[in-house]
């Protein structure tokens, strides 16, 4: 079965930083892609960034370009986002996900259960 487990999320003044992490089991991790997508009350899921398998790749929603960053460790079966100069909009629910296919759209055979960041003004 493959299980992917979020966590690091809280709270945190606008300015603040978080790391999210993603554990990953059961899957060929070190040949997926994996991704973050957030979802806000009331809006679609939406993409955040993207990582290849090898670390190679990675793209960035323009939203989150140049605070956020996307990497992986496939020795921990581990991907991580490091956010830093949180603004209020990121406020979200962040959910990571999985798949064989490099994509920026959410559909990615696999997903986490989600971690809240919720950012103040």
């Known amino acids: 079965q493959v299980q992917l487990v979020e966590s690091g999320g809280g709270s945190v003044q606008a300015g603040g930083s978080l790391r999210l992490s993603c554990e990953a089991a059961?899957?060929?991790?070190?040949?997926?892609?994996m991704a973050w997508f957030r979802q806000a009350p009331g809006k679609e899921r939406e993409f955040v960034a993207v990582i290849s398998w090898g670390g190679g790749s990675r793209n960035y929603a323009d939203s989150v370009k140049g605070r956020f960053t996307i990497s992986r460790d496939n020795a921990k079966n581990t991907m991580y986002l490091q956010m830093n100069s949180l603004k209020p909009e990121d406020t979200a629910v962040y959910f990571c996900a999985a798949g064989r296919k490099y994509s920026t759209i959410p559909d990615y055979p696999y997903w986490g259960q989600g971690t809240q960041v919720t950012v103040s003004s």
């Open positions: 059961g899957l060929l991790f070190s040949s997926d892609a």
